[in-house]
């Protein structure tokens, strides 16, 4: 079994919203930090957001500022990034990942990863 796993992406029209889910099963992992990371086919994977074990931080990279919101439930073990007035060039695979202290910096590494979620915005 994956210890996270994305949902919440599909099909979508510009101007759409939605809410991109990342489920922890391991519960070890649960309280760790949290990020959000995208990739275009052909492209390298770009960091889009970061939130804290206790969701007390967030951290965003500047494209994003504005439209994506990171939160967390951790009764539930779930990471969310809400994205509001999607955009075509929003479309990218979306992977959840954890690491176990949070930084701002978007070049460490994370220890676990999913499998990602496809999100396609058309115009």
């Known amino acids: 079994q994956a210890m996270l796993e994305e949902s919440g992406g599909g099909l979508v029209q510009a101007g759409d919203s939605l809410r991109l889910s990342c489920a922890i099963s391991?519960?070890?992992?649960?309280?760790?930090?949290a990020g959000w990371f995208r990739r275009a086919p052909g492209k390298e994977r770009e960091f889009v957001a970061t939130?804290?074990?206790?969701?007390?931080?967030?951290y965003y990279t500047d494209s994003v500022k504005g439209r994506f919101t990171i939160s967390r439930d951790n009764a539930k073990n779930t990471v969310f990034l809400r994205v509001i007035s999607l955009k075509p060039e929003d479309t990218d695979i979306y992977y959840c990942?954890?690491?176990?202290?949070?930084?701002?910096?978007?070049?460490?590494?994370?220890?676990?990863w999913g499998q990602g979620t496809q999100v396609t915005v058309s115009s």
């Open positions: 990942a954890v690491r176990k202290y949070y930084t701002t910096s978007p070049y460490v590494t994370y220890e676990y």
């Open positions: 391991e519960r070890t992992l649960s309280l760790y930090a």
């Open positions: 939130i804290s074990g206790n969701g007390g931080d967030r």
